[in-house]
Nanobody
Framework: QVQLVESGGGLVQAGGSLRLSCAAS????????MGWFRQAPGTEREFVAA????????YYANSVKGRFTISRDNDKNMAYLQMISLKPEDTAVYHC????????????????WGQGTQVTVSS
């Protein structure tokens, strides 16, 4: 069983930065894609960024491209999401997830999820 724990969320002013971390346990994740998703109140969970097992494929939602950077450290079983130039519309609970295979490009490609960390961006 894979367990994922996110951290690094918080309250930040517009234009600020945060770095989210995702710590995984229960399985070596070096053969699986990882992703970040977010969900604001009253909305569906949406894709933010994905990275393949070895980090060779990275993809971002258009809304965060150029501002967010996904990365991973397979030796530490960790994934990260560096966020800069944050906007109020980035406010959401951010979840990390593990894909069923080496890469996941959409929500249904993922089968393990963390509880999430709240990111609030004030204007």
């Amino acid at each position: 069983q894979v367990q994922l724990v996110e951290s690094g969320g918080g309250l930040v002013q517009a234009g600020g930065s945060l770095r989210l971390s995702c710590a995984a346990s229960g399985r070596n994740l070096s053969s699986y894609g990882m992703g970040w998703f977010r969900q604001a109140p009253g909305t569906e969970r949406e894709f933010v960024a994905a990275i393949s097992a070895r980090g060779s494929i990275i993809y971002y939602a258009n809304s965060v491209k150029g501002r967010f950077t996904i990365s991973r450290d397979n030796d530490k079983n960790m994934a990260y999401l560096q966020m800069i130039s944050l906007k109020p519309e980035d406010t959401a609970v951010y979840h990390c997830a593990v894909a069923r295979t080496m890469y996941g490009g959409k929500l249904t490609d993922y089968n393990y999820w963390g509880q999430g960390t709240q990111v609030t961006v004030s204007s």
